[in-house]
């Protein structure tokens, strides 16, 4: 085909397509913003409306419960949390001495070796801090629970005072050592 216009009028005819390829464009991006915006007021505004309503139910639900009753149980409420959280505190930090009875009565023990006192702290580190004292029929009783004891791998530390080892019989001992929980 053969274009026989003259250049003004190819010109002309170039120019008015493109006016309109921009003015379809720009309808097409317009339309979908302006939806957009439509439905992102009705939001807002069902919103506004939303927090009118909880606005209005919060206001019934504080005059309900401002009553002398409900504010007495709440005192009582709020009393009862602060004793249950130092339980709590306390049942942490504290020792768990039933698991370090169990550790210490699971060790072998020479059946003439006798625990007759026994001590149990805890530090920051979770380190319970273990004092055992007793007594022992003869030295070799001791040795065989000395060597019980560094078998055991929970067991850290342990140390017999020196007088533990001064007698041969009748033994009266001092041991402390470590347990980590």
Do not use: H
């Amino acid at each position: 085909m053969i274009n026989l216009l003259p250049p003004e009028e190819k010109e002309r005819l170039f120019l008015e397509n493109k006016k309109k390829l921009v003015i379809i464009l720009g309808i097409t991006t317009l339309i979908p913003l302006v939806c957009l915006v439509l439905i992102l007021s009705s939001i807002r505004f069902y919103m506004l409306g939303e927090v009118n309503t909880q606005k209005v139910i919060l206001e019934e639900a504080v005059k309900k419960y401002q009553t002398p009753d409900f504010l007495t149980f709440k005192e009582i409420i709020e009393k009862s949390n602060s004793v249950v959280t130092q339980v709590e505190y306390f049942y942490k930090k504290e020792a768990s001495v039933s698991n370090a009875l169990k550790m210490i009565l699971e060790i072998q023990r020479p059946p003439n070796l006798y625990l007759t006192n026994l001590s149990l702290t805890r530090d920051e580190n979770q380190k319970m801090n273990i004092m055992a004292i007793g007594v022992s029929q003869s030295r070799d009783d001791l040795l065989a629970f000395q060597k019980n004891i560094e078998v055991n791998k929970e067991i850290k530390n342990p140390y017999f005072s020196p007088e533990s080892w001064v007698n041969a019989e009748n033994v009266a001992f001092k041991l402390t050592f470590e347990i980590y929980q």
